[in-house]
């Protein structure tokens, strides 16, 4: 199979030297704006070289941002060229329409990277979807966040260390704010939301706090509550309505998401049946993420078309007010929310039970008093 690759980064690169090693795809034409001498002829700046080509069969889109790759990936589609993609924020808004075209044309879109970097996640999920109703979607899809919460839990160390440290060892983007204030986890639950419940969730309604502010002394708190904080996305069906949100969670230290580590994940679902999955591994990472890739186009080649069994008809109503759960809130303001103090912790409350709509729509009232306050769901 002939490959025209958007993107010759990380994970392209990752691509290209997988598929170096096989006989039975090639990456034909790479589109990147840079040099790189080593691609040599292959190497494009336009577009149109790789969509104009009758040889290639499938396009590869592995530039991040939402545009030019939204226009690239429906274009490819729309001329019958299989797409692959592991772009999280792009497919977050674009899914259902990349799926009508591809639909349409009679193309196929694999998005398997997309979510969960090398773990087998969303393949799976989408095999159960066609004979299970998925009730709820959640877990740890960060690994940036996870490493950092975990760094901090073991080690006792402030949030801007950790942080720095992680950039250092090439765990955290320079510009880590997608990750830390939990725009990359609200992507991730909004394909799988999607997927999973067959009605497109809009990602603006998705309810997001992020780890920004969280401190030292918070973890000590934790400790003396017997918890442990993790970046925890989650989004259920509640009749005819969604609720999805992604929250800092406490949660026991047996529990399987405290036991985490490092930038690992661990994604699940549960259905109708009582059956719960859950899905263990890297989240990220150049040969990981590019191995799923492969898999995607392996699986084109051999004629599967999970994706065309899974489609995404209309739009989900997003109702946070449908979960309820008591929250760990530290500020240097009056609570606007029913809470006590936590004895021994200047500043920290627990709240009595409040839903997540009205938690979230009272800190972000809260925070023109303390832009430093920190809040997490305490799972029980």
Known sequence: MNIGLLGYGTIGSGVGELTALRDDM???????????????DKLTKRFEDILEDAEI?????LMGGIN??????????????NAVTANKLMLSYHLADLLEIAKKTGAKLKIDASVGGGIPYLYNLIR????????NVFGIVNGTT?????????????FDVVLKEAQKAGYAEANPNADI??????????????????????PEKIAVAG????????????????????????????DETVAAFVEPTLVAPDRLEANVHKNYNLIGWNCANGNMQYFYGQGAGKIPTA????????????????????????????????????????TTAKPNVSAVALEGFEGVYITDVISVAEMHAAMAELKGQDEGLFFAAISE
């Open 57 to 61: 069969e499938t396009v590869v889109e």
């Open 128 to 135: 159960a979807r066609r004979i299970e109703k998925i009730q």
């Open 211 to 238: 780890i920004r502010t969280i401190k030292a002394a918070d973890v000590e708190a934790f400790k003396a509550m017997k918890m442990v904080c993790r970046l925890i996305v989650n989004a259920e069906q509640k």
């Open 146 to 158: 996870n490493l950092i919460l975990d760094t901090m839990q073991e080690a006792g160390t402030d």
């Open 291 to 330: 191995t799923n890739v492969l898999l995607g186009i392996n699986d084109i080649m051999g004629g599967e078309d999970l994706m065309g069994g899974c489609p995404i008809d209309g739009k989900a109503v997003i109702d946070n007010s449908a979960v309820s759960h008591r929250y760990y809130l530290r």
């Open 26 to 40: 090639s990456v034909k034409r790479v589109l990147d704006l840079r040099d790189i001498p080593e691609l040599g």
């Open 68 to 81: 030019p790759a939204y226009d690239f990936l429906s274009r490819s589609l729309a001329a019958g060229k």
């Open 181 to 202: 204030d939990g725009i990359d986890a609200r992507s991730k639950v909004c394909i799988t939301a999607s997927l999973a419940f067959g009605k497109f969730v809009d």
